[in-house]
């Protein structure tokens, strides 16, 4: 798990910078004036960075629910023979 935080870490950070191109090559090409194009690049990484930090909590639950759905099928995969096993030494004793 640990090592797929790591790489989700760098997810917010991996958004805004495609962001933050492709908002200056857009403002390159058509020619803005300076002031117009840092409130938009400051502005596009301030959402970017917001939608990208959404994006990290959403997958770092999906992955936490997949976590723990892979350790409740595990118990429910141990439960039947235990409880067979159980039955068992249950009529031995009577």
């Known amino acids: 798990m640990d090592n797929k935080d790591s790489k989700?870490?760098?997810l917010p950070l991996?958004?805004?910078l495609i962001?933050?191109?492709i908002t200056v090559v857009i403002n390159l090409y058509l020619g803005v004036e300076f002031s117009?194009?840092?409130k938009r690049l400051?502005?596009?990484i301030i959402?970017?960075?917001v939608v990208g930090y959404i994006a990290y909590i959403i997958m770092n639950l999906a992955l936490?629910?997949?976590k723990d759905v892979g350790i409740l099928e595990s118990e429910a995969e141990e439960s039947p023979e235990e409880s067979a096993e159980e039955d068992e030494e249950d009529e031995l004793d009577e």
């Open 8 to 10: 989700l870490k760098i």
């Open 14 to 16: 991996l958004i805004t």
């Open 19 to 21: 962001a933050a191109a």
């Open 36 to 38: 117009v194009f840092l």
């Open 42 to 44: 400051f502005f596009s």
């Open 47 to 49: 959402i970017f960075y």
């Open 64 to 66: 936490k629910n997949e």
